[in-house]
């Protein structure tokens, strides 16, 4: 996706972010509706689900991809507990249908990775480091 964004604006510095959560090898991606996070969320209760986020930096010159694992365990949620959380957050848009900046965090037991912010979908660890990779100046601009 930063690929085709650069494309388009060669002069550009493009950075790109995407997720998907890992159960036991199978992608669990965003549910999209009501329905399909149950029954993800249900699929995870008490388990380790490891997001895999990927962050890409493209500027001209220079394209590089880091991908930064994070690793969650979920509580033993009850059916109830699942539907309350849906129901306020809808986090249909999320994959693994759960928001650890929100109301989600109350699903997990723990949280393990280098970059806690990949979790929520750019990880900011690794796109500083992309960038200065790059050779843009993070400091010139952090004013």
């Known amino acids: 996706k930063a690929q085709a964004v650069a494309h388009q604006h060669p002069l550009a510095w493009v950075i790109g972010s995407d997720q998907v959560a890992d159960l036991a090898g199978r992608p669990i991606g965003?549910?999209?509706?009501?329905?399909?996070?149950?029954?993800?969320?249900?699929?995870?209760?008490?388990?380790a689900i490891v997001f895999q986020t990927a962050v890409a930096v493209v500027a001209p010159g220079f394209a590089q991809v880091a991908r930064v694992?994070?690793?969650?365990?979920?509580?033993?949620?009850?059916?109830?507990?699942?539907?309350?959380?849906?129901?306020?957050?809808?986090?249909?848009?999320?994959?693994?249908?759960?928001?650890?900046?929100?109301?989600?965090?109350?699903?997990?037991?723990?949280?393990?990775?280098?970059?806690?912010?990949?979790?929520?979908?750019?990880p900011l660890i690794a796109t500083s480091r992309l960038l200065r990779a790059a050779g843009y100046p993070l400091w010139q601009t952090a004013r």
Request: negative net charge.
């Open 69 to 122: 694992p994070v690793t969650v365990r979920f509580r033993d949620m009850s059916d109830d507990e699942i539907e309350h959380y849906l129901r306020l957050e809808q986090p249909y848009d999320c994959a693994g249908s759960a928001k650890s900046e929100g109301l989600g965090i109350s699903l997990l037991e723990a949280i393990e990775s280098d970059d806690p912010t990949a979790l929520i979908g750019l």
């Open 30 to 47: 965003k549910p999209g509706h009501h329905a399909a996070a149950v029954t993800q969320l249900r699929a995870m209760r008490g388990r």
